[in-house]
């Protein structure tokens, strides 16, 4: 195995074609493909899963990506040391589910930028699920993702993702200042059974967000969005209700309640902070960090 042959390998990972990663490294895609099948001649084994849709990678594929990363990191370092080369900034690339935002990156970034000034931290946001599979293909570092009891794996893909839990959060539902539950702490479960729901919409990977789960009955739903911000400002506008875990509760816009469910078992979300196994970098474990600090009170 050659560094170029690691370098096509992870690049190929984490943009899902032949066709991208030739784009991305300078080569031709003939070159990419003669690299991938050499690479998979001299393990014996099968790395490339070619579909319609593109190429992922095969589990021995991902095995082998966790110790690339490895390698190509110490050969860069090498590198430097031996050029002389001044420290340069370590990117970590990180993804978090969208009700993670407002409530950590912030303050996750300021406590990094105090203790940890060398590192710069890209983001973008995804459902568990898409995260998920971001990190084994290598196109993140790190995750911000959610968990419902009993708190099973991101995924089910072996070997396991490293998940480290951030808190535990409940599930509230936010409704309108005004209107019919104004000035309350507290609903009960039935009396959301013929209230209006804004939703986020649900697909295969994710059941339909912001309808209280253990709703008895059918859910009217009469909005549709996936932006919190949207959500809020609709429920603010006396437009409907919607759920949000509680740590969200502080940065609600004016016009919105939160309130706790009566009647019902509470909804438990648990926050987690996953990587890829195995040993993590310096700037993904002080990434780490600075979320789970940013998380306590």
Known sequence: M????????????????????????????????????????SLGATLFERRTDGVRLTRTGLTLLRHARAILASVDAAERELLGAAPRTEVVRL????????????????????????????????????????????????????????????????????????????????????????????????????APWIATPSSGAEPLLGVWPGLPGRARVVHSARDWLTKLHLVAGGFGVTTIPDGLAPVVPPGVISLRVEGAPPEIRRVLVARLPGAATPAVTAVTAAITSAARP
Not at 7 to 15: D, K, M, Q
Not at 27 to 36: E, F, G, I, L
Not at 159 to 170: F, G, I, K, N, S
Request: net charge positive; glycine share 10%.
């Open 2 to 41: 050659s560094s170029t042959s690691l370098r096509v390998l992870c690049r190929i990972a984490e943009s899902g074609s032949f066709t991208a990663a030739a784009a991305a490294l300078g080569y031709t895609q003939s070159a990419v493909s003669r690299q991938a099948a050499a690479l998979e001649r």
């Open 95 to 194: 993804g978090l589910v969208p009700s993670a935002g407002p409530v950590l990156l912030p303050g996750a970034l300021t406590r990094l930028a105090g203790t940890a000034p060398g590192i710069r931290v890209t983001t973008r946001e995804g459902t568990t699920p898409g995260l998920a599979r971001a990190l084994r293909t290598g196109s993140l570092d790190l995750a911000v993702l959610t968990s419902r009891p009993p708190h099973r794996p991101p995924d089910g893909e072996a070997p396991r993702l490293h998940v480290t839990t951030v808190q535990d959060t409940e599930l509230l539902v936010a409704a309108p200042a005004t209107g019919t539950f104004a000035g309350r702490a507290s609903v009960h479960v039935d009396e959301l059974v013929d």
